[in-house]
Antibody, heavy 115, light 113 residues
Framework: QVHLVQSGAEVKKPGSSVKVSCKAS????????MSWVRQAPGQGLEWMGG?????NYAQKFQGRLTITADESTSTAYMDLSSLTSEDTAIYYC???????????WGQGTLVTVSS | QSALTQPASVSGSPGQSITLSCTGS?????????VSWYQHHPGKAPKVIIY???KRPSGVSDRFSGSKFGNTASLTISGLQTEDEADYYC?????????????FGTGTKVAVL
């Protein structure tokens, strides 16, 4: 059985950065795309980017989003910089094979950006 | 990479059937059969209920069915039940010469009256 376990909630100041981790167990880590999806309060789901052999980022996050992966620990990371209050959201990692369905999701990490 | 368009809300009575639409473009839904649907209850992680336009993952009720015509995908929920009350999102693979991405829909809130 596949499990994705994310790091805990974060509170950040505007202008700072946040790094959220997603540790996978079960399955073969480097056979899948690991995506990051967020949901701001009252808003819908938004794909931010994903990593497989390369990284792809949504245009909106180009330049301030970095997604990395450590195969030795089966952990993916999402690093978002220059935070504003609009980045307050629940951030999810989610696994897929070759841009198919996002079949397994992490539990979500609440990131709050507040002065 | 614009969001796919979904109606904000759809409602129905228990036992009825409802259909949710999801409209995209020829760089996403219109060109690829990589459309999936997610059920999202507040406070929980989204759950895939349809993938590759019309396939159901193991364990998902056959009351959920999907289809696609042109740039529009649809999700039908038959025999509506109170536990179907949730937010539903479509999602499609999107690609061009300059990008490769997922695009989510704007989301539809389903109410069971």
């Amino acid at each position: 059985q596949v499990h994705l376990v994310q790091s805990g909630a974060e509170v950040k100041k505007p202008g700072s950065s946040v790094k959220v981790s997603c540790k996978a167990s079960g399955g073969t880590f480097n056979s899948y795309i690991m995506s990051w999806v967020r949901q701001a309060p009252g808003q819908g789901l938004e794909w931010m980017g994903g990593i497989f052999d390369t990284t792809n980022y949504a245009q909106k996050f180009q330049g301030r989003l970095t997604i990395t992966a450590d195969e030795s620990t089966s952990t993916a990371y999402m690093d978002l910089s220059s935070l504003t209050s609009e980045d307050t959201a629940i951030y999810y990692c989610a696994r897929s094979w070759n841009y198919g369905q996002l079949d397994y999701w992490g539990q979500g990490t609440l990131v709050t950006v507040s002065s | 990479q614009s969001a796919l368009t979904q109606p904000a809300s759809v409602s129905g009575s228990p036992g009825q059937s409802i259909t949710l639409s999801c409209t995209g473009s020829n760089t996403d839904i219109g060109s690829y059969n990589l459309v999936s649907w997610y059920q999202h209850h507040p406070g929980k992680a989204p759950k895939v209920i349809i993938y590759e336009v019309s396939k159901r993952p193991s364990g998902v009720s056959d009351r959920f069915s999907g289809s696609k015509f042109g740039n529009t995908a649809s999700l039908t929920i038959s025999g509506l039940q109170t536990e179907d009350e949730a937010d539903y999102y479509c999602c499609s693979y999107a690609a061009s010469s300059t990008f490769e991405a997922y695009v989510f829909g704007t989301g539809t809130k389903v109410a069971v009256l």
